[in-house]
């Protein structure tokens, strides 16, 4: 999986950008958990690889398994998803006709952010465009978008409404440097190919700055989560540059925050798409990832495709243990939907947060180590008045536990721990069982 933070653009000298600190915001490392929605053209076709044999990487973009590629999978030669587009749409029709054939009828923001909320999540962050071009908000730069076709709605507005008349954080997803609308390349058919075949002209680069800049001021968005860099006329001193940029959206949203992937040595966290970023880390980061293996809804998968409750849970958890919050993906069906697969997990994942949230929200890693045999078993949290022994296996024999553990209470139950760790019989079925230590207990403090 490609990482974007240490990937730059050319050296400008002494007209190098200079560019922002951040910091990480509170509110954001207390959140842990949020809302990642991929939704837009892609949605019709839902159309994606499925299966976990290996791929040979010559053939990674061919049978590509993300369905928010499918505008880019679609023009490979020999690829499921052309035969898929002929088949369904029609010799001769293109990914952009899709435009007419999405209407998103019945699309509730109120009702997806009611779930995203009973869910657990503390913010999210819809696709304001992705690498398609398609822009799901009103946008004065382009007529290829939700509000001029398709929907004839402002996807983002209601979004961004509902989101935060629940209360919750509203953050802003773009696709900075690919844009293929308003790219003449051939598809992309390796991981070189997406740094190659993208544009990076000083027209693009404004371009680029217009459509984020309007989500800035339209949406004062409180996270801008950029993807796949930005084009490098964009990392120069000017005006429309990415340090230009920054400086605006630091000035209009105080205490948002940006991510890694801008190509530029400046971001405000680390994020990982389906892969880790090892032990504890020192800085804040991200883990991005959908249900299955897409982050575009996908008609192919099945329950075998998609991470059970208990797995969904004890990701969450390994996380949060590292300094890490978890961006969990949902992609809606084309009609505004959350597919029924995806509410049973976020209810699920809701359900245990209700009882264990205190071990999550709020809460700070470790500074502790745990043996390698341990680590199979335990994650532990700080917050300010206690600190939470994760149990990963609740339901087998567990090593010494690498706190003290008596006098702990079991959450969900009225069981106080003694000196030796045993999980209450009416936990062992749980994804995890969370044992509360009080400081006064276990003198522990946070990392």
């Known amino acids: 999986m490609i990482n974007f933070e240490d990937r730059v653009g050319p050296d400008f000298g002494e007209h190098n950008p200079i560019y922002p600190d951040w910091d990480f915001p509170t509110w954001l490392a207390d959140a842990k958990f949020g809302i990642f929605v991929h939704w837009g053209l892609y949605s019709v076709p839902a159309w994606a690889e499925v299966g976990d044999a290996p791929t040979a990487v010559e053939d990674a973009y061919r049978d590509h398994k993300y369905a928010e590629w499918y505008g880019n999978t679609v023009r490979v030669e020999g690829s499921s998803a052309q035969a898929y587009q002929r088949k369904t749409f029609g010799a001769g029709s293109s990914y952009e006709d899709l435009a007419d054939e999405w209407k998103a009828e019945k699309f509730d923001a109120d009702d997806c952010l009611a779930l995203f909320r009973q ?41 961004a409404d509902s989101t935060r008349a629940a209360g919750l954080k509203f953050g802003s997803y773009f696709s900075g440097a690919l844009d293929w609308h308003v790219s003449d390349f051939p598809a992309i058919d390796s991981d070189a190919d997406v740094f190659r075949l993208r544009r990076n002209d000083e027209h ?187 149990v990963l296996t609740p339901n087998e024999r567990l090593p010494a536990a690498p706190l003290p553990v008596g006098g702990g209470s079991w959450l969900g139950t009225d069981t106080v721990s003694a000196q030796t760790l045993v999980v209450p019989e009416a936990l062992r079925s749980q994804p995890v069982a969370v044992l509360r230590i009080p400081h006064d207990v276990a003198d522990v403090d946070p990392a």
């Open 204 to 390: 693009f680069a404004r371009y680029a700055h217009a459509q984020a800049t309007e989500l800035i001021h339209r949406f004062s968005p409180d996270i801008l989560w950029n993807d796949i860099e930005w084009p490098d006329a964009g990392k120069s001193d000017a005006d429309f540059g990415v340090a230009a940029l920054f400086g605006e959206y630091q000035k209009s949203v105080p205490g948002g925050i940006v991510n890694d992937r801008w190509g530029v040595p400046s971001h405000g966290y680390l994020t990982r798409e389906y892969s880790d970023i090892g032990g504890l880390a020192d800085k804040h980061w991200e883990s991005c990832r959908g249900l299955g293996r897409s982050f575009g809804v996908n008609q192919q998968e099945t329950e075998a495709d998609v991470l059970s409750i208990a797995e969904l849970v004890a990701h969450l958890v390994s996380v949060v243990s590292r300094n890490g919050n978890f961006l969990l993906n949902i992609g809606l069906a084309a009609d505004g939907t959350v597919p029924d697969i995806y509410r049973e997990r976020l209810l699920g994942l809701g359900a245990w947060l209700e009882t264990n949230g205190d071990a999550i929200y709020h809460t700070r890693p470790w500074s502790g180590t745990l043996s390698d045999e341990q680590l199979r078993h335990y994650a532990v949290t700080v917050s300010a008045e206690a600190s939470y022994l994760c």
């Open 119 to 159: 869910a657990g999540a503390k913010y999210v962050v819809p696709t304001a465009k992705h690498h398609d071009g398609f822009c799901l908000w009103a946008t004065e730069t382009t007529p290829f978008n939700s509000a001029a076709r398709g929907p004839k709605r402002d996807l983002m507005q209601e979004f």
